[in-house]
DNA sequence: TGACAATATCTGTCTTGTCAACTACTGCTA
DNA sequence: TAGCAGTAGTTGACAAGACAGATATTGTCA
């Protein structure tokens, strides 16, 4: 719990610095980035969440709000919303996730041993989507 | 993150459901109920915490309304002020982290070999308060 | 086809934690 | 011993997440 409270709380404070935003705004961008058309649904949204299960709604309108990424109608059912990451918001997020990766190497990766840091991975990996 | 996120949530859930706290009364009664005479000064008491000082000085206020612990003056400073585990308290928190362990078990421990559990707390020790 | 359960998303409201400013007190130093 | 920097803890304003319930739409089935 250590570990993760300071390595969250230090590659956060390095990503508002270098790049204006907060983590769970990354988290977004980069489910969208990594998505056909970068476009999804808000429910996929949610299923690939790190973060927020229960508030996607409002963190979608504060990253609309900051014009990284636009609501749009889903063609042939009127309930759902797309959300699609536009040309500023994949600006941003490829020139933040470099930064990041790094702050990451910092505060985390370089601190362990080749052979501990794949022990970790493997021990949590199970964790995944279960 | 996920195994962190997933562990602690369902921990959280399991103690909230037979013990009635949230996980961060169980610390600071742990905190307490380790220290000599089951006292401390808010400041020892936010140190090792993950919260800051206004956070500490609110949990302390949500754990003391519930009569689980009590603010004194402390003898000699009148700024200080010491934080001692009630009876009550201490009732709460023996019963409590008693389940708490096995939810820890349940919910992680028993996930791991016992060489994976041990590659993990090497790996990420290091991360204890520095 | 009409009723009703299920799905998709949003909104109201409460809780919790952060930040910065504030009060009160202590102890150094000139 | 007066001034003042430093320490201890609290408070107000605010941001973000949790949870429950609302709203609109779709699909199923008698």
New binding site residues.
């Given amino acids: 719990m250590f570990a993760h409270s300071q390595v969250l709380?230090s590659v956060e404070?390095d990503l508002k610095r270098h790049s204006g935003i907060?983590l769970?705004f990354l988290d977004v961008l980069g489910r969208l980035y990594d998505a056909p058309d970068g476009r999804l649904?808000?429910?996929?949204?949610?299923q690939r969440s790190l973060?927020?299960?229960?508030?996607?709604?409002?963190?979608?309108?504060?990253v609309e709000a900051a014009g990284l990424l636009r609501?749009e109608q889903?063609p042939?059912?009127?309930?759902?919303?797309?959300?699609v990451i536009t040309p500023e918001g994949t600006k941003h997020y490829k020139e933040a996730i470099v930064r990041h990766r790094a702050d990451v190497e910092r505060a985390f990766a370089s601190r362990l041993t080749p052979a501990q840091h794949e022990a970790v991975a493997k021990a949590l990996w199970q964790f995944w989507h279960e």
């Fill in positions: 709380h404070q907060p769970a649904r808000m429910q996929e949204l949610q973060f927020t299960h229960s508030g996607m709604t409002r963190l979608v309108d504060r609501r889903v042939g059912d009127r309930r759902g919303v797309s959300v």
